[in-house]
C-alpha cells in the first residue's frame, strides 16, 4: 500500500485530461458550478439519491461523478444518506407504482428548501416504460420536479451540467425574491 | 439417471423450437422433472407462465442438455415444482401475481412482485380489479429471547437500487434476513407484447442498466434463433468484445465497491479509475458508455473503427499495467483480509442447489458458465479459463471477480487481434407464424436467459429472468450468523440486481 500511495506523489493528479473529453467544458462547468454553489448554498449542496424504478443505469452514473476524474466533492456536492440532510432529491426510474409511496414519503421527510431532479429519459414521462400498468409515468406526477436532465442514462458530465443549471435558476430565484 | 431425451420421447414435442427442444407433458412428467431437480440431476434456469401455461427451463448437470419443459393447466392450477425444489418459489409467487395460475401445494403463497399497487391483479392475464385493501406483508417469524428487528429499505443509504431487507439480530448477530422485493417492477413483459423485435430489444437493454449488452445479446440470440438468422462474423466477434467490457468494468467497480464497504477506500478509487477509463474507450467505440442499443437483432448497430479500437486497445493495456498492483494491495492489506475472509459463506450445496450463476456459483464451487457450455460463438474459438473456488466467502468472490479481470482482458485482445472483416448486420424479416426460442449468455452477473415467441413479426411472448433470481435467496443464506455491520459487504460481494429481477 506504502508504494501505491508513494507512486502517486510522483505521478501526479489522476485527473489528467482523457482523450475523448473536452477538459476545458468540464473546468468550466467546475468554476461556474462552484461559484453559483456558494451565492445559494454557501459551500455544500447536498443530494439524496432515489432510485424511483429505474434500470440502475442512471445510478452507474451519478456513482461515476465521485470517481477521481469527476470528483464531484471538490465542488461541495456531495451524496448524502438521509433525505433529512438533503437540499436536493435526485430521482431516477419511470416511478414504478411500488416506489410511489416511498418516493412521496421520501420528498416529505427533505426539509425544505428543496430541490427535486428528475434525472434520465424515463424520469421525464415514463421513456420506454410509459403506459405500463406498473409505471406512474415521470418524477413529476409524484412530487414537482425543478429540472430534468436527459440521457439514458446521462454521462456524467450531463449531469453535472444539470446540477449547475438548477444552481442557476435557484440563484436567480432568490435574487428576484 | 434418465435424460432428458428419455423425457421427450414421452412428452408432446413442439416444432419451430430453437435451439433446444421443447416438450408438452402432463401433470405426471411435470411433477417427474420437479422430482428431478429436486435430486439435482437437472437445474432449474427459469420457470414462467402464460395465460394458462407453464414452463420450466432446465439444464442437465452433466451433460448441460437443455430443454423446456411445458404443462397447460386450463383450470390454472399446476402441481407445484418449489414444493420439492426451494429454487422455484419467487417464480410461482411470481407467476400466480402476473398471470393468476395458482401451484398446488407452494410453501410460500405470499404474493412477490405484486404489492397491490397496480390497480389491477393479474396483469399478463385475464385482469381482474385490485383487492380494495392492502394486508400488510408477513415476514416470516424468528423466535427467541432478546430478538429485534431492523427494517431497511426500499430507499437505502447509498446510491443503491430499492428494496426492503428485514433482519431479525439477536444482539449484533443476525438471525434471519428475509428481502422484500418487487419495488423496481415496471412491466417489461407486458410492454414486450404484440411489439416489434427493434423495439423489444430496447426494452431487454434496459431491464438491468449494468447488464445491457447481456440482455440486447441474450434477446437478440433469441430472436435469431427464432428467425433461424445466421449472424455475420463479424458482428458475432464484436459482440463478445462489449460483453468483455462490459464484464471488465462491472467487476472492477465491484472489486473496488467491495473493498470500500469495508471501508477500505483508496482501492476503490484505484477501481474506479480503471472502470472510468472501460467506460471512456466504449464510448469512444461504441458511441455509449454502456454500450446500450449496440447489439441488435441481425448483428450489430454500430462498427468499430481504428479510432474506436485504439481506445479500447489502450484501456485494456493500461489496466494490464496497473491492475497487478491493486491484486497485491488487495491480498496484503490484513485489515481487509479480516473483514472478508470467513464472511458470508455460501455453502457449494446451495449453490449447486440454486444453480447460482456467475461469481456466486463459481465461488462455491459450482463451474458453470454459459460461454463454455451450452457456449456459443464466438468463445468457442477463443482461450479463457473459468476460474472457481471453494470457499464461498466474500473474500471468494472478490477473487473470482479479479481472476475474470485477467480472463476479460486477455478475451478482448484475443477479439481485437482477430477480427473477421465482412457486413455487420442481416435484415430480421418477418416470420411466418408462431415461432419460439431462447438464449442464454453469460453476463457479468451470471447467466441472462431469454425465451421468445414471435408471431407475425410481433413478440407474443418474451420471458426475461435475470441470475439475480437463483443468488438473491443465497444472501439470506449468507448472512446468517453474520454481524449485521458485514451486510453491506455481503450484498456488494453478491451485486444482485433488483431491477433484473422485479422487471
Known amino acids: 500500500m506504502r508504494k501505491l500511495l508513494f507512486q502517486s506523489f510522483f505521478r501526479g493528479p489522476l485527473t ?65 444518506a438521509s433525505p433529512r440532510h438533503a437540499d436536493v432529491l435526485m430521482v431516477t426510474g419511470p416511478v414504478t407504482k411500488n416506489m410511489r409511496d416511498a418516493l412521496e414519503r421520501t420528498y416529505h421527510a427533505t426539509p425544505d428548501p428543496k430541490w427535486v431532479i428528475a434525472l434520465g429519459d424515463c424520469a421525464r414521462d415514463g421513456g420506454c416504460f410509459a403506459g405500463s400498468y406498473a409505471v406512474v409515468g415521470g418524477v413529476s406526477q409524484v412530487v414537482p420536479v425543478d429540472l430534468h436532465i436527459p440521457g439514458c442514462p446521462p454521462p456524467p458530465v450531463t449531469i453535472l451540467q444539470g446540477l449547475l443549471a438548477l444552481l442557476d435558476r435557484t440563484a436567480k430565484t432568490a435574487a428576484s425574491t | 439417471m434418465p435424460s432428458l431425451i428419455d423425457l421427450m420421447l414421452e412428452g408432446r414435442k413442439i416444432r419451430q423450437h430453437s435451439p433446444w427442444p421443447r416438450i408438452v407433458v402432463d401433470a405426471h412428467l411435470w411433477k417427474y422433472a420437479a422430482g428431478e431437480l429436486a435430486q439435482g440431476g437437472w437445474s432449474l434456469l427459469g420457470l414462467w407462465g402464460e395465460p394458462t401455461t407453464v414452463h420450466m427451463a432446465v439444464i442437465d448437470r452433466d451433460t448441460a ?7 397447460d ?42 404489492h397491490n399497487r397496480w390497480g389491477v391483479r393479474f396483469p399478463l392475464s385475464d385482469r381482474i380489479d385490485a383487492l380494495s385493501t392492502t394486508a400488510p406483508y408477513r415476514f416470516l417469524a424468528a423466535e427467541g429471547d432478546g430478538m429485534h428487528q431492523i427494517a431497511v429499505g426500499p430507499v437505502h443509504a447509498g446510491i443503491i437500487e430499492p428494496g426492503h431487507f428485514r433482519f431479525t439480530a439477536s444482539g449484533e448477530t443476525v438471525v434471519r434476513l428475509e428481502q422484500r422485493l418487487g419495488y423496481t417492477h ?72 467491495i473493498c470500500n464497504d469495508a471501508s477500505f477506500g483508496l482501492m476503490q478509487a484505484h477501481c474506479n479509475v480503471l ?64 473483514r472478508t475472509v470467513g464472511t458470508g ?39 479463457f ?48 407464424g408462431p415461432r419460439e426460442g431462447m438464449a442464454l449468455v453469460e453476463g457479468f452477473r451470471g447467466d441472462v436467459m431469454v425465451w421468445l415467441r414471435l408471431d407475425g413479426g410481433r413478440i407474443d411472448r418474451c420471458y426475461l429472468r435475470d441470475p439475480s433470481w437463483f443468488q438473491w435467496p443465497l444472501l439470506e443464506a449468507a448472512i446468517e450468523d453474520n454481524i449485521v455491520a458485514d451486510f453491506p459487504l455481503c450484498n456488494k460481494s453478491f451485486n444482485c440486481s433488483y431491477s433484473g429481477q422485479d422487471l
Not at chain 2, 286 to 296: E, N, T, Y
Open chain 1, 16 to 80: 489528467e485530461p482523457a482523450p475523448a473529453l473536452d477538459e476545458t467544458a468540464v473546468e468550466e462547468l467546475a468554476a461556474a458550478l462552484k461559484r453559483a454553489a456558494r451565492r445559494r448554498l454557501g459551500r455544500s449542496l447536498s443530494i439524496r439519491e432515489i432510485d424511483a424504478g429505474s434500470c440502475n443505469g442512471c445510478e452507474l452514473e451519478i456513482h461515476a461523478l465521485s470517481n477521481a476524474y469527476y470528483d464531484v466533492e471538490r465542488f461541495g456536492i456531495r451524496f448524502v
Open chain 2, 65 to 71: 442438455e437443455v430443454a423446456v419443459i411445458s404443462l
Open chain 2, 73 to 114: 393447466c386450463p383450470s390454472r392450477v399446476y402441481p407445484s415444482v418449489s414444493q420439492h425444489h426451494p429454487p422455484a418459489i419467487r417464480l410461482e409467487r411470481t407467476i400466480n401475481d402476473l398471470f393468476g395460475l395458482t401451484a398446488e401445494d407452494l410453501p410460500d403463497a405470499r404474493p412477490w412482485l405484486d
Open chain 2, 186 to 257: 415496471k412491466g417489461i413483459e407486458a410492454l414486450m407484447r404484440g411489439t416489434s423485435v427493434e423495439r423489444g430489444a430496447e426494452l431487454a437493454g434496459r431491464v438491468s442498466g449494468d447488464s445491457t449488452v447481456a440482455y440486447a445479446y441474450a434477446f437478440s440470440r433469441a430472436a435469431e434463433a427464432v428467425l433461424q438468422l445466421a449472424v455475420p462474423e463479424r458482428a458475432v466477434w464484436l459482440r463478445a468484445l462489449l460483453a468483455e467490457l462490459e464484464r471488465l468494468a462491472n467487476h472492477l467497480g465491484d472489486i473496488g465497491a
Open chain 2, 275 to 338: 472502470r472510468e477509463d472501460v467506460l471512456r474507450a466504449s464510448n469512444i467505440a461504441f458511441g455509449h458508455r454502456l454500450m446500450r442499443d449496440v447489439i441488435v437483432p441481425g448483428g450489430l448497430g454500430r462498427d468499430l473503427d481504428e479510432k474506436g479500437r485504439a481506445s479500447i486497445r489502450a484501456a485494456l493495456d493500461n489496466i494490464h499495467i496497473r491492475f497487478p498492483a491493486l491484486i497485491e494491495l488487495y491480498d496484503n492489506t490484513a485489515s481487509l483480509q479480516d
Open chain 2, 345 to 383: 459463506i455460501v455453502t457449494s450445496a446451495l449453490a449447486r442447489q440454486y444453480a447460482a450463476g456467475g461469481y456466486v456459483g463459481r465461488a462455491s464451487g459450482r463451474t458453470f458458465d454459459a460461454r463454455r457450455a451450452p457456449g456459443y460463438a464466438p468463445y468457442h474459438d477463443l482461450r
Open chain 2, 385 to 432: 479459463e473459468v476460474p472457481v473456488l471453494d470457499e464461498g466467502d466474500v473474500n471468494a468472490r472478490v477473487w473470482i471477480r479479479i481472476r475474470e479481470v485477467e480472463q476479460s482482458l486477455s478475451l478482448a485482445n484475443q477479439v481485437l487481434d482477430r477480427l473477421p472483416g465482412g457486413p455487420l448486420r442481416v435484415p430480421v424479416a418477418a416470420e411466418a
